[in-house]
């Protein structure tokens, strides 16, 4: 028999957290020792707090299941879940440090290798469908204020009825999606039309949990932007339509003011968002896209 490391045995509810630790103690890596010994402590300490009975924790596993299973091409229920708790806000403010634009969460929507475009080209790659068109202009800056060119500014947003073109068969593949280059000046400029708040996904185990609470689905509208370049921090945000009713009262809790824009109608009679983005130094780094 090999050397088993004997992490001794449970006796009560007192000592299952020691033994679950102990069990744990010998993992090589350090980060994921440190990070699954809070967990456990956590957890532990969670149903010590709430005394589940046997029925809810299982309707508890059986909700985690049903959220894996519901995820698919159109959806990802598990970010979703992990929005709606108000945690992908929390890591991303979490990681914040200096005096950058402040970042929120990706979403459930994002996708890889979107169309790289041509400055000033429409993203609106099925005429606007009777949206109000937009014209998007804005720098992207360093922490000093100084442009940054030849930065990735990578855009996605919902349609004027509030779907991503992922959940609509009536919208071309990669509709109102679109990858930008920074000019010298650290410029980027796109057409679109105006976004719609949305609700988000509620047929699933997420909107189960929606209902429970007697919570709204609504996200006010909004346009998605990653920014990326070599030496400075991936930059994910999003900036909201100050005019939308649930602007504060966001079911992923996205909003802050800073990320309020301001949509407004020129003397050229279009409507404008312009938005200038601050970068932080650091490494380029782009996620895993939650859909394909």
């Known amino acids: ?27 090589p890596d350090a980060r994921l020792r440190e ?13 010590r707090e709430v005394k589940p009975t046997e029925e809810e924790f299982e309707r508890g596993v059986d909700f985690l299941v049903r959220i894996g299973q519901a995820s698919g091409l159109e959806k990802n229920e598990g970010i979703l879940l992990s929005d709606l708790l108000g945690i992908s806000t929390l890591v991303v403010m979490l990681n914040k440090n200096g005096l950058g634009t402040d970042p929120a969460l990706l979403g459930p929507f994002w996708r890889g290798n979107s169309p790289v475009c041509a400055s000033g080209e429409d993203i609106a790659r099925d005429g606007g469908a009777g949206g109000e068109p937009l014209e998007v202009s804005g720098r992207v800056l360093d922490r000093d204020g100084k442009p940054v060119a030849g930065a990735l500014v990578d855009v996605w947003q919902a349609s004027p009825v509030g779907l991503y073109e992922n959940q609509d068969e ?23 039309v105006r976004p719609a708040g949305y ?12 209902r429970a609470q007697q919570r709204h689905p609504y996200r006010p509208a909004h346009i998605h932007f990653m920014i990326s370049r070599e030496g400075y921090r991936t930059l994910v945000t999003q900036v909201f339509d100050n005019a939308d009713a649930a602007i504060e009262s966001d079911v992923v809790f996205g909003v802050t003011p800073a990320l309020s824009g301001n949509f407004e109608r020129r003397g050229d009679g279009k409507l404008h968002l312009d938005y200038d983005f601050v970068l932080q130094p650091g490494v380029r780094r782009i996620p895993t896209p939650p859909l394909p």
Do not use: W, Y
């Open 1 to 27: 028999m090999p050397n088993i490391h004997r992490h001794g045995v449970v006796r009560d509810a007192d000592n299952v957290t020691d033994v679950v630790l102990n069990a744990m103690s010998r993992t």
């Open 35 to 47: 990070i699954m010994s809070s967990l456990v402590k956590h957890a532990h300490a969670f149903l």
């Open 170 to 192: 009536k919208q071309p593949e990669h509709n109102l999606r679109g990858r930008f280059e920074t000019d010298a000046q650290g410029r980027f400029h796109f057409r679109t």
């Open 199 to 210: 609700p988000v996904p509620t047929d699933g185990p997420c909107g189960e949990m929606l």
